[in-house]
């Protein structure tokens, strides 16, 4: 009977939910309009053309048996200290390099292939998923706090932080997992991962062309729905602010701000940052209440959490691939909480013990050469990205329409 109650409560939850979206879409047409907008020319111009090549090339990988090859020679290292097996590390190198959600699209992909367990699925998803390095040096630190030195502090807490939570996650699980039957980590053997190798690619006997045809248009499809998730929740965090309730929520967070001996300030910040990670850095970065360092924790913690935005997409890349959510979830938290301590505990040999954020046994020249590299590489992103992107949505529609048409003309 509890039970049934409470289906009609989630029941009326939902649907009261839906009603107000769409009751506040009718009532701010214009803004809604501009945030949708936003979300798009920041899909345009930014995600689509910089994860896929990342998942493309990570398709191509898992076909020809690169990845089983990689599993291999990294289980050693990957299952002591993770707990998950070799191809993990290939999942967690990819996540770093190309940011949300590419660890959990990668981890629904092996899990998908049987090279993961369930459990190792949700331990390996928990801590694959991170922000990349153009993104936290080029539009975080350089664009938003015009200030390029400050990327080190970050992009060391952040990836710190993401370990960490690796290290914690490997305990998730270990009861069911020891009923089981456990796998011993197998050890460095370079002729049995050739031969894992050659093992691989022969069981994909498809031609080369449709390995690529299938790449793209799993990659696309998987951006296309990305794209859906950053306009809705970019379109909710305005409507959230012109219906002012996120004057109203946000002082919940007072409290943990307090806790945290951060200034209260950054609550609507912090607070649109828990749903869209590149408003709320941007919010943070323009507090000017707050301190440098103050804002610095502030980021990372949004940095780590992901925000809405990004946990909804990777529960819908994980929900196709029947992995549980709530792992994920957690680990978010966790990795908020380790990225902000790590800033803070960083914060004086990072940044405070160099001259003006730059570290002295460098020479300045080679120093600002990466700062502007890191510009330049945003810079072109945001030039050329929509071109690649329209480029492979053409491609793509040809791909559907080709496939499409393949049965009709063999009937």
């Known amino acids: ?69 990689l599993g291999v020679l990294l289980e050693p290292l990957m299952r002591p200290l993770f707990r998950v097996p070799g191809v993990g590390g290939f999942a967690w190198a990819m996540g770093m ?43 975080v630190s350089a664009g938003f706090f015009n200030n390029p030195q400050l990327g080190l502090v970050l992009a060391v807490s952040h990836y710190l932080g993401n370990i960490s939570v690796g290290l914690i996650m490997r305990f998730h699980g270990i009861r069911k997992e ?39 248009r799993s990659s696309v499809q998987t951006l296309l729905m990305i794209g859906g998730f950053i306009i809705l929740f970019s379109v909710m965090n305005k409507l959230l602010y012109m219906m002012h309730l996120t004057e109203q929520l946000a002082p919940l967070l007072r409290h943990l701000l307090r806790l945290a001996q951060l200034p209260e300030q950054l609550d609507i910040p912090v607070f649109s940052g828990l749903f869209e990670i590149t408003l709320g850095s941007q919010m943070i970065s323009q507090t000017d209440e707050a301190m440098l360092m103050e804002k610095a924790v502030a980021t990372s913690f949004v940095l780590a959490f992901g925000g809405f935005s990004v946990q909804a997409q990777v529960a819908s890349i994980l929900a196709e691939a029947n992995i549980r959510f709530q792992p994920f979830f957690i680990a978010r938290l966790l990795h908020g909480v380790f990225a902000a301590s790590f800033t803070y505990l960083l914060w004086k040999p990072l940044y405070i013990k160099t001259a003006g954020g730059m570290p002295t046994n460098i020479p300045a020249f080679l120093h600002a050469a990466k700062d502007v590299a890191w510009n330049e590489g945003w810079r072109l992103l945001q030039q050329y990205g929509p071109l690649l992107t329209l480029l492979f949505l053409c491609l793509y529609i040809w791909l559907v329409i080709k496939a499409a048409s393949e049965p009709r003309g063999r009937s």
């Open 178 to 216: 020891q009923r089981q039957a456990k796998r011993q980590p197998r050890s460095f053997s370079l002729p049995y991962a050739l031969r894992t190798l050659h093992r691989t690619r022969l069981k994909n006997e498809q031609p080369l062309g449709k390995l690529l045809g299938d790449a793209v």
């Open 1 to 69: 009977m509890k039970q049934n109650w409470g289906a009609k409560w989630k029941t009326v939850l939902l649907a009261s939910a839906a009603t107000l979206f769409a009751f506040s879409l009718i009532c701010y047409p214009k803004q809604s309009l501009e945030a949708s907008i936003r979300g798009l020319n920041m899909w345009w111009e930014v995600v689509f053309p910089s994860l896929l090549p990342f998942f493309i090339v990570s398709e191509l990988l898992i076909s020809f048996g690169v990845v089983s090859f």
């Open 97 to 139: 390099a190309s940011g949300y959600p590419s660890g959990a699209k990668l981890t629904a992909r092996l899990y998908q292939e049987k090279q993961l367990t369930t459990i190792e699925a949700e331990r390996l998803s928990s801590f694959t998923n991170s922000s990349n390095p153009l993104f936290i040096f080029g539009a």
